[in-house]
């Protein structure tokens, strides 16, 4: 009989164990990353192109490039499009990172040749129809008028400008005139110069087969598409942080105010960037964290703060976000600073280290358990240009990371005098 009264026994993993995708190559050029994973008849195809909004020339050139490939092409209208992917039981995933456009098909493997024509027409083929267009706006545009009336969507975007600058395609953000400049043809342009094979990855995960792989190949391998002309050129921004420190944007009716707190901090490349990620989950990065333990469960000054770093292939910020009501927002900026110089001057106990290192640890194996995971975490390495070996040199730092490690590397990043802070909300008399 099983002793309930008993704890059981902890173990530690030793290893962890990653799956590595196989790298292929179709005879037309194009990369292949293939996860065989699992034995469901189902199959996830991600197209990866660099043409996020670091290539953008004008403002919202790259999200709406990328939204409107499925509102119709030479041969489908949206209409058509939306009810063979729905007769067909897919679904298709259409977004937008700073550096990277991703079109994401999940598919049945019985209905991969059909639903492989529907993809296969919107990125060889679309039309950018101006009817789709304008309603895609005005829904977009709907919905950045309501932006401006959260206090989160001001925080965040003040946040951003101030650590990089307007000018920077990290900090810059679409104002109303940016969707009315929307029109087709800058769509084409920015279509024809970065949806090509030669700017193309694929990552194929679930149960790949030798036959669907060959379907993928006659769709998307043998001949070229688009319009090459070579990988885009790297362009380079100058970050151009703001010399002030806090930043207020008054919203009287607001009954929470939203704090954002953060500077640019370390690339994902640096050798400090895994165990500075061990760090950051004891300062911010779970729900035991000393934070949440501080400012939330014993001050009551918030439903839930949190630190993390964003993901960035270079010059991530450092973010710490909080919602508190007004009179709370100078004591959580003061118990945030607090919890800085305890990490900055003692050492972490032995036994919250401990507990943290499980917790990661526990929180990588159950992160990385499907071919869906795998494919996130593999596209996470590709975007941010993370070395092959990340994945078990993370598991090895978070084994590895000491508390005079913590302590340093708080020391070294957790600079308050660079820290920048913005609050969104009802202006205190």
């Given at each position: 009989?099983?002793?309930?009264?008993?704890?059981?026994?902890?173990?530690?993993?030793?290893?962890?164990?990653?799956?590595?995708?196989?790298?292929?190559?179709?005879?037309?050029?194009?990369?292949?990353?293939?996860?065989?994973?699992?034995?469901?008849?189902?199959?996830?195809?991600?197209?990866?192109?660099?043409?996020?909004?670091?290539?953008?020339?004008?403002?919202?050139?790259?999200?709406?490039?990328?939204?409107?490939?499925?509102?119709?092409?030479?041969?489908?209208?949206?209409?058509?499009?939306?009810?063979?992917?729905?007769?067909?039981?897919?679904?298709?995933?259409?977004?937008?990172?700073?550096?990277?456009?991703?079109?994401?098909?999940?598919?049945?493997?019985?209905?991969?040749?059909?639903?492989?024509?529907?993809?296969?027409?919107?990125?060889?083929?679309?039309?950018?129809?101006?009817?789709?267009?304008?309603?895609?706006?005005?829904?977009?545009?709907?919905?950045?008028?309501?932006?401006?009336?959260?206090?989160?969507?001001?925080?965040?975007?003040?946040?951003?400008?101030?650590?990089?600058?307007?000018?920077?395609?990290?900090?810059?953000?679409?104002?109303?005139?940016?969707?009315?400049?929307?029109?087709?043809?800058?769509?084409?342009?920015?279509?024809?110069?970065?949806?090509?094979?030669?700017?193309?990855?694929?990552?194929?995960?679930?149960?790949?087969?030798?036959?669907?792989?060959?379907?993928?190949?006659?769709?998307?391998?043998?001949?070229?598409?688009?319009?090459?002309?070579?990988?885009?050129?790297?362009?380079?921004?100058?970050?151009?942080?703001?010399?002030?420190?806090?930043?207020?944007?008054?919203?009287?009716?607001?009954?929470?105010?939203?704090?954002?707190?953060?500077?640019?901090?370390?690339?994902?490349?640096?050798?400090?960037?895994?165990?500075?990620?061990?760090?950051?989950?004891?300062?911010?990065?779970?729900?035991?964290?000393?934070?949440?333990?501080?400012?939330?469960?014993?001050?009551?000054?918030?439903?839930?703060?949190?630190?993390?770093?964003?993901?960035?292939?270079?010059?991530?910020?450092?973010?710490?976000?909080?919602?508190?009501?007004?009179?709370?927002?100078?004591?959580?900026?003061?118990?945030?600073?607090?919890?800085?110089?305890?990490?900055q001057q003692e050492l972490v106990p032995s036994d919250e280290l401990e507990m943290v290192r499980n917790y990661m640890i526990g929180d990588l194996c159950r992160g990385y358990e499907s071919a869906i995971s795998w494919a996130d975490a593999w596209i996470y390495a590709h975007t941010l240009h993370l070395s092959d070996t990340y994945f078990t040199d993370f598991f090895l730092a978070i084994q590895d990371t000491s508390a005079e490690d913590i302590r340093?590397?708080?020391?070294?990043?957790?600079?308050?005098?660079?820290?920048?802070?913005?609050?969104?909300?009802?202006?205190?008399?």
């Open positions: 009989m099983l002793d309930r009264s008993l704890q059981p026994e902890i173990k530690t993993l030793d290893e962890f164990h990653v799956i590595a995708p196989e790298h292929l190559t179709f005879p037309n050029g194009i990369p292949v990353n293939v996860l065989n994973i699992g034995d469901k008849e189902i199959v996830r195809i991600d197209f990866i192109f660099d043409a996020g909004r670091w290539h953008q020339g004008q403002k919202l050139q790259s999200l709406f490039t990328n939204r409107m490939l499925r509102e119709g092409t030479s041969t489908m209208t949206a209409a058509e499009i939306a009810e063979k992917l729905d007769f067909y039981g897919a679904w298709l995933d259409l977004s937008v990172s700073v550096s990277h456009a991703f079109v994401t098909l999940y598919s049945l493997t019985k209905y991969l040749p059909y639903t492989l024509d529907v993809v296969e027409s919107m990125l060889k083929e679309p039309v950018f129809p101006q009817k789709e267009l304008d309603i895609l706006v005005a829904n977009n545009l709907q919905q950045y008028f309501i932006g401006l009336k959260k206090t989160d969507v001001l925080a965040r975007k003040t946040f951003a400008k101030a650590l990089y600058g307007p000018n920077h395609p990290f900090g810059m953000s679409a104002e109303e005139e940016d969707f009315r400049r929307v029109n087709p043809l800058m769509l084409k342009d920015f279509f024809e110069a970065y949806y090509h094979l030669q700017n193309c990855t694929l990552f194929v995960s679930g149960k790949v087969t030798d036959k669907y792989l060959d379907m993928l190949r006659q769709h998307f391998g043998t001949e070229s598409f688009g319009k090459p002309q070579g990988n885009p050129k790297h362009k380079d921004f100058v970050v151009e942080t703001a010399p002030e420190k806090r930043f207020f944007i008054e919203l009287p009716e607001a009954t929470q105010s939203s704090v954002r707190m953060g500077n640019v901090t370390l690339n994902g490349d640096d050798p400090d960037f895994l165990k500075f990620r061990v760090m950051l989950t004891i300062f911010g990065g779970y729900f035991g964290c000393r934070l949440m333990s501080n400012i939330r469960e014993e001050k009551g000054y918030t439903y839930g703060i949190s630190a993390g770093i964003s993901s960035y292939p270079i010059a991530p910020m450092l973010l710490i976000a909080a919602e508190t009501t007004p009179e709370f927002v100078e004591p959580l900026i003061s118990e945030v600073y607090h919890e800085i110089d305890l990490l340093t590397l708080a020391q070294r990043y957790l600079c308050k005098e660079t820290l920048k802070e913005v609050v969104s909300g009802k202006k205190m008399s």
